[in-house]
């Protein structure tokens, strides 16, 4: 059972900052599901996973939809990041559908895609 603790999502789990995310573009490892495309990056010396999430304007015209789609995606994250077993692991997930996606689907997807980051490492 984990604690409350572990599910939070602070500040310092936020990836941000232009050298940082260029360089996770840049040097990361990427992948697709039905609705999401990531790209993640594991061995910063920083010991916190951090991710970023990101809806383009291109799909979703309205901000109120791609705020929804993001509180979903770092949701569906915060519940299960504990399955990356070693810290240190930048993630960005990049919404990539043009219908709004169930909190459910979002969830299932999150999960695939925390499960191919462990096997790979």
């Avoid at 015209?61 to 569906?76: D, F, G, P, S, T």
Wanted: charged share 25%; glycine share 6%; proline share 3%.
């Amino acid at each position: 059972m984990t604690s409350p603790q572990s599910h939070t999502l602070s500040k310092e789990e936020r990836l941000c900052g232009k050298t940082t995310v260029s360089a996770l573009i840049s040097s990361g490892k990427w992948g697709t599901t039905a609705h999401l495309r990531f790209c993640w990056s594991a061995g910063h010396e920083t010991g916190i996973n951090r991710i970023m999430v990101s809806v383009p304007k291109k799909f979703f015209k309205r901000a109120v939809k791609r705020n929804l789609l993001k509180r979903r995606m770092r949701e569906a994250y915060r519940l299960q990041k504990e399955l990356l077993p070693v810290p240190g692991i930048d993630l960005l997930l990049a919404y990539s559908h043009a219908e709004v996606a169930g909190f459910a689907t979002l969830y299932a997807e999150v999960t695939d895609i925390l499960n191919r980051i462990r096997e790979k490492l």
